[in-house]
C-alpha cells in the first residue's frame, strides 16, 4: 500500500509538468499571436521572384525620402551584391529597408545598426533602423550564398546633418575613414601600448 503511494506520487510529479508546459506553450502562442500581433509572413508578403523586378515596391530600387528624416530603400540582392550597394543619408534618419532576394538565400546584416535579416526569394522582408551617428555603417551578407559569398557588401554613408561634407579640407570617405580609426587607436590604451612596442623593434 506504502510503496504504491510513492509510485503515485512520482507518476503525479510526472504528469503534472507535462500538462502544464503545453497548456503554457499554448497561452504564450496565443498572446503572441492576438496580442502581440506577431505571425507567419502573410501572402502580402510575397512577391514572385520571376518577376520581381517589374513588381512594385523593386521596380523602382533605391533610396526615396518618404518624411522629413524618414527613408525607404527598395532592395534586391542577388549573387553576389546589394542594389542599391551605396545608401546616402543624413545622420538622424529612419531607414524602412523592403528587400529581397532575385535568386537564391542571402541575407541582410548591419551590424553597427541592429539590422539582421535572411533575404528569400519570394518573400519581402521589410526592417527599420536608425542611423544617429554620421559615418560609415558596413552591409555585409550574412547567408552563404556562393563561391563569392565573402564579396558581397555595400554600405550605408551616413552623413552629418544637413548633408554636407564633414569638413571641406579632407579628401571625401577613403581619407576620413583612416584618420578616424587611426586617432581612434592611438586614443585608446591598448592601441598606444601597440604603438609603443612597434616603435621598439
Ligand atoms: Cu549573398
Request: charged content about 15%; some cysteine.
Amino acid at each position: 500500500m506504502r510503496q504504491g503511494t510513492t509510485v503515485y506520487l512520482y507518476e503525479l510529479a510526472w504528469i503534472l509538468p507535462s500538462i502544464a508546459i503545453p497548456v503554457g506553450m499554448l497561452a504564450a502562442l496565443v498572446v503572441t499571436a492576438f496580442g502581440a500581433n506577431i505571425h507567419l509572413p502573410g501572402a502580402a508578403g510575397r512577391v514572385d521572384p520571376t518577376k520581381v523586378t517589374e513588381t512594385a515596391p523593386f521596380d523602382a530600387l533605391g533610396v526615396k525620402e518618404i518624411a522629413p528624416g524618414q527613408y525607404e530603400v527598395r532592395m534586391l540582392a542577388q549573387v553576389w551584391s546589394f542594389t542599391p550597394n551605396e545608401i546616402r543619408v543624413p545622420a538622424g534618419s529612419t531607414v524602412h529597408f523592403w528587400a529581397t532576394s532575385r535568386d537564391v538565400v542571402h541575407g541582410l546584416f548591419i551590424p553597427k545598426a541592429n539590422v539582421n535579416v535572411m533575404l528569400l526569394p519570394g518573400q519581402v522582408a521589410h526592417v527599420e533602423a536608425r542611423f544617429a551617428k554620421p559615418g560609415e555603417y558596413l552591409m555585409i551578407c550574412h547567408e552563404y550564398c556562393g563561391i563569392a559569398h565573402h564579396t558581397m557588401a555595400g554600405k550605408v554613408i551616413v552623413t552629418s546633418e544637413g548633408g554636407s561634407a564633414p569638413h571641406p579640407n579632407l579628401p571625401p570617405q577613403a581619407g576620413a575613414g583612416k584618420a578616424g580609426a587611426r586617432s581612434a587607436a592611438i586614443s585608446d590604451p591598448r592601441g598606444r601600448e601597440l604603438a609603443g612596442l612597434e616603435e621598439r623593434k
